[in-house]
């Protein structure tokens, strides 16, 4: 008989604890899940771990929540609240108890704490060694007890892990942990465990600070007979300073990232490339990440966080963003700052001029900045700076400019060739014309080029600037 190999679908999993903002590492890790699941037509979920009550809190779950929807990480089926499977839990924990893989310990807290201190005065490992083990159930007392497993006493676990490589754990270096509490309260490692079975979770891709926790959790799916995931744990990001990611480095919530003007598509690709590569690509789109993302290129070295490249990647996403997205992105990004929207009004100017501005930017506050010109309206007040290119010469050049500006054809060639030929004849560079023309349509020094301006601004603003120029007289004595 052909024994047909049937794969099974791919089902991952983010599960972060509700205790605050949405670390931009859980950010990282929910993005590699949902790359695996994706890119292979797979499922990807989200449990929230909120069984630390006294932490746990819906602001934080919202912010979670939030933060997925912003990077374009949607997820299948509802969230599953880990607390509310306690009932399930317990119930496995029964299971394993019926099935002999646990047991009922009735060691209280100070019979463990007299333990361990023996153990340490003896020099031995002070990893708790139950009495009740092997206890015949006639000694049982009538009296509160854990559920613990029964961790194998000898030998060794290994965890295969697509990036850590094999691991091997020593088993007697696994205490018998307790699933149940005597309050009847499942642990947090059987939690983990029962859920991932639960929701058909085929791939644990996660931090690797739980890679101790893996071996210890293998234990249930032994004891339960379960498939074990196949797991990745991945290295944790640090800072610019190659410490780990602390508060001290700042910018630790996903909210700050979109609050300093990072797009979310950018964000996605620096992300995805924190800790996994492709080659040398640096800058690439969704689509591409998701045919590409695959365990083997996440890398073994933690990831450091290197703003400069994040402003590199972000250019380019902005550079190459639709002006409709860019809009969207520019709104989200000033609610998360803390600024009003715009107006109307200044958001069509802005509009206008994303096309000759979205190339030479980093951020998204940098676009307010380049289309200043565009969003503010006459007449516009040149800066002290500005006023020294408005002097009696200058006013007249602009006169004389004024008529040819009527009646070219409104391209930015032609219009550069009007101006060009004007600073001929006048044995003058283009720029002694371009910063009179750049003062009196954007009053600042620093602007895209003038040419573009009014390719922006269009024939009867931009005369009409240049005409509020003259008006208004030199602003500064002629040299
Ligand atoms: N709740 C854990 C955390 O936020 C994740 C546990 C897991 O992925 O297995 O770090």
Known sequence: MVNALVSAPVVTRIAPSPTGFMHVGTARTALFNWLYARGRGGRFLIRIEDTDKARSTQAATDAIVAGMAWLGLDHDGEIVSQAEQADRHAEVAQAMLASGSAYKCFATQEEIEAFREAARAEGRSTLFRSPWRDADPETHPNAPYAIRVKAPLDGETVIKDEVQGDVTVRNDQLDDMIVLRSDGTPTYMLAVVVDDH????THVIRGDDHLN????????YRAMGWPLPVYAHIPLIHGEDGKKLSKRHGAL???????????????????????????????FDTDQALEWFDLPGIGKSPARLDFKKLDHVSGQHIAQMPDGDLMVAVSQWRVAAGLAPLQDAEADGLEAALPIIKGSVKKLGDLLDKAHFAMTSRPIVPEPKATKALDATALEILGELTPHLHNASWDRDALEAVAARIAEERGLGLGKIAAPLRASLAGRTATPSVFDMMMVLGRDETLARITDAIEAGPRHASV
């Open 213 to 220: 926790n893996a071996a210890r959790q293998m234990l249930v």
């Open 198 to 201: 639960d929701m058909g979770v």
């Open 253 to 283: 919530g996903v909210e700050d990232y979109v609050a300093m003007g990072y797009p979310a598509t950018a964000m996605r690709n620096y992300l995805a490339r924190l800790g996994w590569s492709h080659g040398d690509d640096e800058v």
